[in-house]
T-cell receptor, first 106, second 123 residues
Framework: DIQMTQSPSSLSASVGDRVTITCRASQGISNYVAWYQQKPGEVPKLLIYAASTLQSGVPSRFSGSGSGTDFTLTISNLQPEDFATYYC????????FGGGTQVEIK | EVHLVESGGGLVQPGGSLRLSCAASGFTFDDYAMHWVRQAPGKGLEWVSGIDWRSGDIDYADSVKGRFTISRDNAKNSLYLHMNSLSADDTALYYCVKDMGVWGTSAGHFDHWGQGTLVIVTS
């Protein structure tokens, strides 16, 4: 199995900040990475797939990058509605989610 | 609009069995692979199983292999998960999830999620 190590597990940020979340795959996975957002009491929402392709309807302040083993989700100009938990997921092999990053209000 | 509605969760004793169902609407069900993803209370996401459009390509997480069986009935627009030999580790909210892949094969990323059905394994 290809595992994903996500960091940090939590972070505090202010509205307007730029936030970066990283995921490292246990082996090379090209660009087979997706990112999801989950707010408390809600279902996960797909933000990005193929490492950098923005899902339809997702604000452009969300961006993804990376290839091989290292991947990044960046939220520029953090908005109040962005406080949530974010998960990376690889799909080069059987899908595997990272442990999640909780973005909290500073 | 895509709708995925899970049912069948509940309380079950260790060693017991349960069958989850997912009723799909709002899209051409047999054009897409489908999956089950679970989330234990207060924990992260865990992919459980996936099935392609014609049930020819099926896969399971190691944690459920040999105990769970995924199936689908395209005529009924329904997805199922048969769960046997349940343990406390299987306690979770189980989501029915639509794959984004075209032509019925699995792309491996998920664009629509049901609200989930809760399975609690306890004596």
């Amino acid at each position: 199995d290809i595992q994903m190590t996500q960091s940090p597990s939590s972070l505090s940020a202010s509205v307007g900040d730029r936030v970066t979340i990283t995921c490292r795959a246990s082996q090379g996975i090209s660009n087979y990475v997706a990112w999801y957002q989950q707010k408390p009491g809600e279902v996960p929402k797909l933000l990005i797939y193929a490492a950098s392709t923005l899902q339809s309807g997702v604000p452009s302040r969300f961006s993804g990058s990376g290839s091989g083993t290292d991947f990044t989700l960046t939220i520029s100009n953090l908005q109040p509605e962005d406080f949530a938990t974010y998960y990376c997921q690889q799909y080069k092999s059987a899908p595997f989610f990272g442990g999640g990053t909780q973005v909290e209000i500073k | 609009e895509v709708h995925l509605v899970e049912s069948g969760g509940g309380l079950v004793q260790p060693g017991g069995s349960l069958r989850l169902s997912c009723a799909a609407s709002g899209f051409t069900f047999d054009d897409y692979a489908m999956h089950w993803v679970r989330q234990a209370p207060g924990k992260g996401l865990e992919w459980v199983s996936g099935i392609d459009w014609r049930s020819g390509d099926i896969d399971y997480a190691d944690s459920v292999k040999g105990r769970f069986t995924i199936s689908r009935d395209n005529a009924k627009n329904s997805l199922y998960l048969h769960m046997n030999s349940l343990s406390a580790d299987d306690t979770a909210l189980y989501y029915c999830v639509k794959d984004m892949g075209v032509w019925g094969t699995s792309a491996g990323h998920f664009d629509h999620w049901g609200q989930g059905t809760l399975v609690i394994v306890t004596s």
